[in-house]
């Protein structure tokens, strides 16, 4: 039994590790290659802690529910508590306190539900590492990782803890997380100096780097918060980029700010020139200031985001960043490679071909041995080639010398073999045709003998290329060269190779492919293709699922473009071909600085920086690592179908989003204003402080259910942006129109009723309440209200708390808020108001929306 290590953090009191010899270290972190026993790492990971870099945030029940006590809202309401006791109004005080909690607890309940849906559905795409133990190769998560731990890595991982090399094999990692540094590292194993800083460690790997090529092993040295990655993300603050609906959020908040501190200031100073008491003037104006604000929005939004999620999960979209939800209801242009996307993804090989044109056996023997042999990033075609090998072909005679790893600079790939009885070794190279004819100097004639490769013979490889090209195959070219043996072998070794030939590829489109990319359209979705290979594959596959193919921008062309004038182009190709991995960031940039928001969808190791500079970063369940944490949503299946009830769903998500802040906002608009007129025309207060806040607690339990609403189809027909000055709009038109339906009420209850003090407050409680509630049913919808159905949740608790509403005065307990019991006659009267008021908000929707249909011609004619 392996033993126990007496100090995981043993290591820690050396002061640079990666001085010491790989042996002398693995002895310190009583550790060996073959790995830890899984006694042993649970024993450790009790003691040093989850391999993860944030604090965590505290999940409890307790610490979600002491949060909701923390908003400025509750803060105010709380200080109206004390202030009543303090005066002697102790059952004021204690009914402030009981709506208080009431409104916390209600918070509390969907939030925590909501933080809990979200922990389940992100399990299902938790980062795993190849770790070794009990001497076996394990997928284990990251979380789950421990110093002493033995860990493989490969192209497209990211590193998982810092650690010492142990073996590596062209093995290239991208550390510009840390050291800012763009290019690629060489890592090797080995001994640095202790001084060595970061940079010059070339033997370490450490969190939060992504492998770019090659395979190692690395032996774990430290973990979670004592990572080189922790102690910078300590220093400094890392602040993710707001969102679009971030920002509309806060905009909205500073527009609700503006208006309560206007009508706090106005009526709190009106109230005591009127000598009205200083305290009742304070708790009314308070009372005002919340009842404007929708206190639950937070709640609400966390609800339906996360009701969102996980109706895409069950769609197939898994959700790793809620705020992406809203953008991806706004995209309005998706950028995608083709393979697997819009074709099968399953690539056949179909030919193995001499320079001549002609089927060549020795080329598909070659190729077959350039695809198994090599130790790097695996790959399709790779796997298409190793699928298609010919049985008799003999390959237990060859013996593999030595490799260089395909890297997205040279785009091709060289293993080296040796042939049992041959004195010489044989050079295989594949990759683009473009980069292999290159490191060639002459082609392989039908006769086996090479001939020059000038450019008469170029020109009708260019010629050939292009034809196969433009019936939609993908072509690699393949050469070989023999050297004297020798044990190992460079870059600078792949010159003066001979041509041998050409691989052709076929993906076909998927089936149905051309009809997604309508419904993509005739949802304001354009789909742009940017991707590796040449412009004539990518526009014959254009041509073949209807996408515009005309206007292709070639990588060497956007290489030769600035900034600035790339952002003038971008909008004019259809197609960007023959595009370097870190061109795609540059066209992303460019299409986001036309206003667009941008979906990228990608998958390998260099679409991380366009992943993260798009606005909704797309990646696929089997992607490299490093591509799935750039992403926001995560595809369980590469499909854009798929994708597209992702979109829907984001849609009706932002909808039911906007449903409760129109809704809410105009509501307490309306009213709030109506109070504040009506508090300086009477000589009575219209409400209690107790009575608003009572008012706008039960007019938000029914908004709870919105997330469960039906959305009409209209609103997910065009993508969905914050349009704050909608906002502010819509509050005023449908805030007005209440607030002339209150006054009705005012002069019914005082002309008409000749109600008291008392009356009047319950009257207009009663009346104020109903309308907010009934107003949800007409506003929630574009369409006449009575044909667009609410969800059955919805409709419910509409009822259920108007029916509430209406039996208040008569309840136990009502003289508690100071309610009395209403006349039948007064109660009806209420109800025809009522009535009249919806009709009216009916009428006032069709014609405020018509007028945004004007508004937004209007500008697009200018």
């Not at 990655?229 to 959020?249: L, M, N, Q, Y």
């Not at 006449?784 to 039996?807: D, I, K, M, Q, Y």
Request: glycine share 6%; hydrophobic share 50%; net charge neutral.
């Amino acid at each position: 039994m392996q033993p126990e290590m007496s100090s995981p953090q043993a290591v820690d009191s050396v002061p640079a590790y990666w001085s010491i010899p790989a042996a002398a270290l693995l002895a310190r972190l009583d550790t060996r290659t073959t790995g830890l026993s899984s006694k042993a790492a649970r024993a450790r990971l009790a003691r040093v802690g989850a391999n993860t870099i944030r604090a965590g945030h505290d999940g409890s029940a307790l610490a979600a529910f002491a949060r909701q006590f923390r908003s400025p809202l509750v803060l105010i309401l709380i200080f109206a508590a004390i202030v009543s006791g303090i005066v002697g109004e102790g059952s004021e005080a204690v009914i402030i306190g009981v709506i208080v909690l009431a409104s916390c607890v209600l918070s509390f309940t969907q939030e925590y539900g909501a933080s809990r849906a979200m922990q389940a559905l992100t399990a299902r795409i938790a980062r795993k590492a190849l770790v070794l133990r009990d001497g076996r190769e394990t997928l284990l998560p990251v979380e789950e990782i421990v110093p002493g731990d033995i860990v493989r890595l490969s192209a497209g991982n990211l590193v998982p803890a810092d650690g010492i090399l142990l073996e590596t094999r062209d093995f290239n990692v991208s550390e510009a997380a840390l050291t800012g540094e763009t290019f690629p590292v060489i890592k090797t194993a080995g001994i640095c100096t202790p001084e060595a800083r970061l940079s010059q460690r070339t033997n370490t790997a450490f969190t939060g780097t992504s492998v770019r090529s090659g395979t190692a092993t690395m032996a774990v040295v430290k973990t979670g918060g004592a990572t080189e990655f922790a102690s910078i993300a300590a220093t400094i603050a890392h602040v993710a980029p707001e969102t679009d609906f971030a920002r509309g959020i806060r905009r909205f908040g500073y527009l609700m700010t503006e208006i309560m501190l206007v009508i706090v200031i106005l009526v709190f100073f009106a109230n005591l020139l009127l000598h009205r008491p200083a305290v009742d003037s304070l708790l009314f104006s308070l009372a005002l200031a919340v009842g404007l604000t929708p206190e639950l929005l937070p709640a609400i939004i966390s609800v339906t985001l996360a009701r969102g999620a996980r109706t895409m999960a069950a769609n197939g979209v898994i959700v790793r960043r809620l705020d992406a939800i809203e953008n991806l209801g706004s995209m309005d242009l998706l950028c995608t490679d083709k393979t697997g996307t819009l074709t099968e993804g399953v690539i056949h090989l179909d030919a193995c071909l001499d320079v001549a044109g002609t089927d060549a056996p020795q080329v598909q023997l070659w190729a077959f041995l350039n695809a198994t042999l090599q130790t790097g990033m695996a790959n399709p075609l790779d796997e298409a080639i190793a699928s298609g090998r010919d049985e008799r072909d003999d390959i237990a005679a060859y013996a593999k010398v030595d490799e260089i790893p395909y890297d997205f600079i040279r785009k091709r790939l060289s293993v080296v073999v040796r042939r049992a009885g041959e004195r010489e070794d044989l050079m295989i190279c594949k990759g683009a045709v473009q980069t292999v004819v290159a490191a060639c100097s002459s082609v392989l004639a039908e006769d086996g003998a090479p001939a020059p490769l000038d450019a008469a013979a170029a020109a009708k490889i260019d010629e050939k290329v292009q034809a196969w090209s433009g019936q939609g195959y993908r072509v690699l070219g393949l050469a070989v060269r023999y050297f004297a043996r020798q044990d190992s072998y460079r870059r600078e070794d792949e010159a003066e190779l001979v041509l041998a030939g050409f691989l052709l590829f076929f993906d076909p489109p998927k089936a149905g492919m051309a009809e997604t990319l309508k419904a993509l359209a005739s949802r304001g979705i354009k789909v742009k293709i940017i991707t590796g290979d040449n412009r004539y594959v990518a526009a014959h596959l254009a041509e073949t699922v209807d996408l515009p193919h005309r206007r292709v921008l070639t990588g060497t062309e956007v290489s030769r473009l600035t900034k600035e004038a790339l952002v003038r182009r971008v909008t004019q190709n259809d197609i960007f071909a023959e595009i370097d991995p870190n061109q795609k960031e540059r066209i992303i940039a460019a299409l986001r600085k036309h206003g667009h928001v941008v979906g990228y969808l990608g998958d390998g190791i260099n679409d991380a920086p366009a992943l993260h500079e798009a606005d909704v970063g797309i990646s696929v369940e089997g992607a490299v690592d490093v591509a799935r944490e750039a992403a926001d949503m995560i595809l369980l299946q590469r499909d854009l179908g798929v994708l597209l009830r992702g979109i829907d769903d984001g849609r009706k998500t932002f909808a039911n989003t906007m449903k409760y802040i129109s809704i809410t906002t105009s509501a307490n608009f309306g009213n709030m204003i109506s109070m504040a007129l009506a508090s300086l025309a009477l000589p009575f207060l219209p409400l209690l402080a107790p009575q608003i806040l009572l008012n706008n607690f039960l007019s938000d339990v029914p908004s709870l259910a919105i997330a469960t609403d039906n959305v009409d189809a209209d609103q997910v027909r065009t993508p969905r942006r914050w349009d704050i000055a909608f906002v502010r709009r819509f509050m005023v038109t449908f805030g007005l129109v209440s607030s002339f339906f209150d006054v009705m009420t005012f002069a019914f209850l005082l002309l008409v009723a000749g109600a008291t003090a008392s009356a009047f407050q319950t009257g207009w409680f009663v009346e104020s309440l109903i309308t907010e509630l009934a107003i949800v049913l007409v506003v929630r919808t574009r369409a006449a209200f009575w044909r667009s159905h609410p969800s059955a949740l919805l409709s419910w608790l509409t009822l259920a708390v108007a029916v509430f509403a209406v039996a208040i005065p008569y309840l136990p307990g009502a003289n508690w808020f100071g309610f009395i019991a209403l006349p039948l006659p007064v109660v009806g009267g209420l109800i025809a108001i009522t009535l009249a008021y919806l009709a009216a908000s009916e009428a006032a929707k069709h014609w405020f929306f018509a007028r945004e249909r004007r508004r937004r011609r209007g500008r697009r004619r200018v």
